[in-house]
């Protein structure tokens, strides 16, 4: 919290590499802050932090409207085509503990929903953020599911999509307290979509009691 009438949330995205992971963090900050692009290798090395301008007209409380503000860390992918599963947690708790002093309040796992979750790549999905979050990473964590405009293409409503979604996928939304949110990403750019994103993640952090998952960095 900045200011009495302003509010800030601090957000990392994490995810496999082409999942739409910068993009999905350029969505939420209403600008192209991170570098996105199709590419046969992983595109994002280092971690950089975006912040949005204030933002109106997305929440209230004790009946007061406030400003809000986004602060998005964008990651290396894990697994990556250039880095270690090593090099990228030091690099990611490094710039958590760097940037978000005060505390995390959501780690994004973003996942594209126009592909199969399998057994293998979550569970070292999971393992990974077990590694970097702690013990109470499901309280911190959400799944952001990209590329929800190719799944409604296909025919499928949310609905429909997670009763044909594998036992994998339905386990970790499950384990995470079905904090999910399916991303379209030809609108999520656009304002009201983009507000509708952000009071969804509002909600998750409310249901959380606003608390900040604290990340000290441990040299190596």
Known sequence: MAESNEMTINLAVLGRTQTGKSAAGNSLLGSYDFESHLSPSSVT????????????????????????????????????????????????RAALAQHFREGLHLALLVLRADLPLC?????????????????TWKDF?????????????????????????????????????????FLDNQKSIIKEERATILSKLLNFIRKNNYQLLLLKHTKE
């Open 45 to 92: 090395t280092c971690c950089s932090l975006g912040c949005s301008s204030r933002i109106s007209g997305v929440i209230r409380r004790n009946g007061c409207e406030l400003a809000l503000r986004v602060r998005v860390l964008d990651t290396p992918s894990y697994p990556h085509s250039s880095l270690s599963k090593e090099q990228v947690q030091r690099r990611v």
């Open 119 to 135: 057994p293998d790549e979550n569970d070292h999905t999971i393992q990974f953020i077990q590694e970097l979050l702690g013990p």
């Open 141 to 181: 964590t959400a799944v952001l599911l990209t590329h929800a405009d190719r799944t409604e293409e296909a025919g499928f409503s949310e609905d429909a999509y997670l009763h044909s979604a594998s036992s994998t996928l339905l386990s970790l939304l499950s384990s995470v307290q079905h904090k999910y949110i």
